[in-house]
């Protein structure tokens, strides 16, 4: 089987190589393994071990895979960016060469209907990364008008939240909300149709996917737990999406890497170091367009946790 090209196409694939540079029996940790295109492009590099965690439990089989390809260099645990602690247990170390993260929905999610992420065909209202918890439908049904809109607003960016809010509640007054398809319509309804060039219901499937998967949290506590494993001169690779996950990681390497306080100073940053997709790139794989790559290295420090406050993050 060629690795690399089933599923979903791994975004920026050369720049992140380029930023690791893998070598030689060192330890990466791939915390979005998704369909495995970046690790196996790290296995394939160079002798080194990769560590994979992935919150989502149907990219088990797919990793079954690399564990039979790959033998002891590859390990995989389902597992979230909070609980890199529990994995850095199980396998008895201390430090980790490089981490990537690569982070939003896969290909696979997205294409499957059943997962609901996609308001393109009918799907259940789903959303969930981890399959565990409220459904999208459920959240639907019960949230406050006024939060919904504070929802759809703080992760969606998006100016109209109060008139989709109230919207998506007088509806569900009437009918309950189920289907993608059935809530993408309710969006589009609010506006008349010459005012939007991408489908009027992008930004809030984005905001409720981001509510419900903790999105936001999960980022700033990868985040810090890169920072507190990653050995002297490792670095962190990160590939957002979202303008809001992106400004989440400005700050972070902001706060890492010049701190007025030079105590809290724990990255090396490249100053306004942003790597986006070539033409060719996005013309091949259009998914890419909005892709983001940053990286930052250790320095000597000593870390310790950041909190999404300090960053001038708060939950909606
Ligand atoms: C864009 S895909 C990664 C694709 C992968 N780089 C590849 O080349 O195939 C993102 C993956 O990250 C996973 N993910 C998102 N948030 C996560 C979290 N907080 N903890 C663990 N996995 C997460 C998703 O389930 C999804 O499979």
Known sequence: MNFEETGHKPVLLKEVMNAIKPKENEIYFDATFGNGGYTSKLL??????????????????????????????FKFFKEKFSGIQ????????????????????????????????????????DMRMNLSGKTAAELIANVKEDDLANIIYYYGDENNSRKIARRI????????????????????????SKYYKKHPATKTFQAIRIYLNNEIE????????????LSRGGKICIVSFHSIEDRLIKKFFQFGGDNRDLNKNFLIKYRNKVVKPSSREIQINPRSRSAKLRFATRNQNKFTSVKLSELGFEQA
Do not use: H
């Open 169 to 192: 509640v007088e509806y569900r007054k009437r009918s309950k909300i189920t289907t993608t398809t059935e809530l993408a319509n309710i969006i589009k309804n609010c506006f008349p």
């Open 44 to 73: 394939e590099a160079s002798n080194c071990n990769v560590i994979a965690i992935d919150q989502d439990p149907s990219v088990q089989s797919r990793a079954k895979e690399f564990e039979k390809r790959y033998g002891e260099r």
């Open 218 to 229: 999960e980022l700033c506590d990868g985040l810090n737990n890169a920072a507190r494993y």
């Open 86 to 125: 529990n994995v850095m247990e199980k396998i008895q170390k201390k430090e980790i060469n490089s981490f990537i993260f690569d982070i939003g929905v896969s290909s696979m999610q997205l294409d499957n209907l059943n997962r609901g992420f996609s308001f393109q065909k009918e799907g259940p209202l």
